[in-house]
């Protein structure tokens, strides 16, 4: 039987094959190579986009103005295009597809030289199989080579609390208002490339991948890190310059999928190994309204003085999205917290999730039910990591701290 090196290096070369082909078919104006990832962009296009007879509907789709016209050909601006998916789907001829990072990590895994940590999106929850727990997800993690799994909903938790201490601070008095900076990386972009002017009103926070990626890294300085979610936009936001210190490599569960099905694993058949880090507020992350939910809940767990009360209002979809920042700027609301997510449904309904999002908001719901501890207020695990990372007060949430902030622009 072959070691689990020798099968890495077997399906490097099968990944080195594809990337050859596909660099072949794509065109060398808008990306370098597929092997080289943090040099392109989140989708690609094939050559044969000359041949489109489509009305360049990916063009209309792009909310981000990413996609141009030049000498009669389309090109995706690395700089500009947001990695949402949306053209992808738009295209009806499979002319766009996404970026994959599968390579560099095979590289690693097959090295065997460095600590090599999953950072697992809690939409994880019932994709790989109806009966495949957080224990049992880490196990087969560590049964593909990973040295560990790590629950991105421990660093939703984190998140979760400095948000609404944010909101305690920043909001004071009717028409004051806080739009999350928690989540999607598409509701970020939108804000901040095409509704700029409401830019003050995002906390400078990280994302709560970026967050367990940059503590990972500040414990296990040499570790390599991967997230694993559903979402195609998360390759493009670990690349951005100010965070790009914290995510080594980005797979969606189909890519993870890939890994284990070429490995023989089974997440089903595998041993619990059960650690629980996160409380449902952290959890619920993966379903639209669930970023809202767990701020609120922190919120009045907090109990603050003179705190105003948080009056929140969400859209998932990105129409939805602009349709809610339009009501924002019109003055058409009398909410003071806004949520964001570009996909319908929120996480659970991402581009590469592997089972229908009623079934995966439903999952998330009772995941986020079956947690021991409601906020992060009432989780021992992050009170443990916040104090070996040297907070030890509120104010350290809401000055400056390199881990967790970020600045917009």
């Given at each position: 039987?072959?070691?689990?090196?020798?099968?890495?290096?077997?399906?490097?070369?099968?990944?080195?094959?594809?990337?050859?082909?596909?660099?072949?078919?794509?065109?060398?104006?808008?990306?370098?190579?597929?092997?080289?990832?943090?040099?392109?962009?989140?989708?690609?296009?094939?050559?044969?986009?000359?041949?489109?007879?489509?009305?360049?509907?990916?063009?209309?789709?792009?909310?981000?103005?990413?996609?141009?016209?030049?000498?009669?050909?389309?090109?995706?601006?690395?700089?500009?295009?947001?990695?949402?998916?949306?053209?992808?789907?738009?295209?009806?001829?499979?002319?766009?597809?996404?970026?994959?990072?599968?390579?560099?990590?095979?590289?690693?895994?097959?090295?065997?030289?460095?600590?090599?940590?999953?950072?697992?999106?809690?939409?994880?929850?019932?994709?790989?199989?109806e009966d495949v727990?957080?224990?049992?997800?880490?196990?087969?993690?560590?049964?593909?080579?990973?040295?560990?799994?790590?629950?991105?909903?421990?660093?939703?938790?984190?998140?979760?609390?400095?948000?609404?201490?944010?909101?305690?601070?920043?909001?004071?008095?009717?028409?004051?208002?806080?739009?999350?900076?928690?989540?999607?990386?598409?509701?970020?972009?939108?804000?901040?490339?095409?509704?700029?002017?409401?830019?003050?009103?995002?906390?400078?926070?990280?994302?709560?991948?970026?967050?367990?990626?940059?503590?990972?890294?500040?414990?296990?300085?040499?570790?390599?890190?991967?997230?694993?979610?559903?979402?195609?936009?998360?390759?493009?936001?670990?690349?951005?310059?100010?965070?790009?210190?914290?995510?080594?490599?980005?797979?969606?569960?189909?890519?993870?999928?890939?890994?284990?099905?070429?490995?023989?694993?089974?997440?089903?058949?595998?041993?619990?190994?059960?650690?629980?880090?996160?409380?449902?507020?952290?959890?619920?992350?993966?379903?639209?309204?669930?970023?809202?939910?767990?701020?609120?809940?922190?919120?009045?767990?907090?109990?603050?003085?003179?705190?105003?009360?948080?009056?929140?209002?969400?859209?998932?979809?990105?129409?939805?999205?602009?349709?809610?920042?339009?009501?924002?700027?019109?003055?058409?609301?009398?909410?003071?917290?806004?949520?964001?997510?570009?996909?319908?449904?929120?996480?659970?309904?991402?581009?590469?999730?592997?089972?229908?999002?009623e079934s995966g908001?439903?999952?998330?719901?009772?995941?986020?039910?079956?947690?021991?501890?409601?906020?992060?207020?009432?989780?021992?695990?992050?009170?443990?990591?916040?104090?070996?990372?040297?907070?030890?007060?509120?104010?350290?949430?809401?000055?400056?701290?390199?881990?967790l902030d970020r600045?917009?622009?």
């Open positions: 039987m072959k070691t689990l090196k020798e099968l890495y290096q077997d399906i490097m070369k099968k990944e080195l094959e594809n990337g050859r082909k596909l660099e072949e078919e794509t065109d060398a104006y808008s990306l370098d190579c597929l092997l080289h990832p943090k040099n392109h962009a989140a989708v690609i296009a094939k050559n044969n986009c000359t041949d489109c007879n489509m009305d360049h509907d990916c063009q209309k789709s792009c909310v981000f103005d990413a996609i141009s016209k030049i000498d009669g050909r389309l090109y995706i601006d690395p700089a500009k295009c947001a990695g949402c998916g949306a053209c992808i789907d738009a295209c009806k001829m499979g002319n766009l597809i996404e970026n994959k990072e599968i390579y560099p990590l095979l590289e690693v895994l097959a090295e065997q030289k460095k600590e090599v940590y999953a950072l697992v999106a809690p939409a994880f929850i019932g994709q790989f199989g727990t957080e224990g049992k997800m880490r196990s087969a993690c560590k049964s593909a080579g990973f040295s560990g799994m790590v629950e991105v909903a421990a660093f939703a938790d984190i998140l979760t609390l400095k948000e609404a201490l944010e909101f305690h601070v920043n909001i004071h008095k009717k028409g004051d208002f806080q739009l999350t900076s928690c989540c999607c990386p598409v509701w970020i972009a939108m804000i901040r490339n095409v509704y700029h002017e409401l830019i003050g009103h995002v906390p400078g926070a990280v994302s709560p991948m970026i967050a367990a990626g940059r503590v990972v890294k500040a414990l296990h300085p040499d570790a390599f890190t991967v997230f694993i979610g559903p979402c195609m936009a998360k390759k493009k936001e670990a690349k951005e310059e100010d965070i790009a210190d914290a995510i080594d490599v980005v797979l969606t569960f189909e890519e993870m999928n890939d890994i284990f099905e070429a490995l023989g694993i089974d997440p089903k058949t595998e041993t619990e190994d059960i650690r629980e880090h996160s409380s449902m507020a952290g959890r619920i992350y993966a379903k639209a309204g669930g970023v809202s939910e767990a701020v609120k809940m922190t919120a009045e767990q907090l109990n603050l003085e003179n705190t105003v009360e948080i009056k929140a209002e969400r859209a998932d979809g990105v129409k939805n999205c602009k349709e809610l920042i339009q009501r924002i700027l019109n003055g058409k609301t009398d909410a003071n917290f806004f949520e964001g997510m570009a996909c319908v449904g929120g996480c659970v309904g991402g581009p590469k999730v592997l089972i229908e999002k908001r439903e999952y998330v719901t009772q995941y986020g039910k079956a947690a021991s501890y409601q906020t992060p207020l009432e989780n021992p695990y992050i009170r443990e990591v916040l104090e070996r990372l040297g907070f030890t007060e509120i104010e350290d949430f809401v000055e400056h701290s390199r881990l600045t917009f622009s």
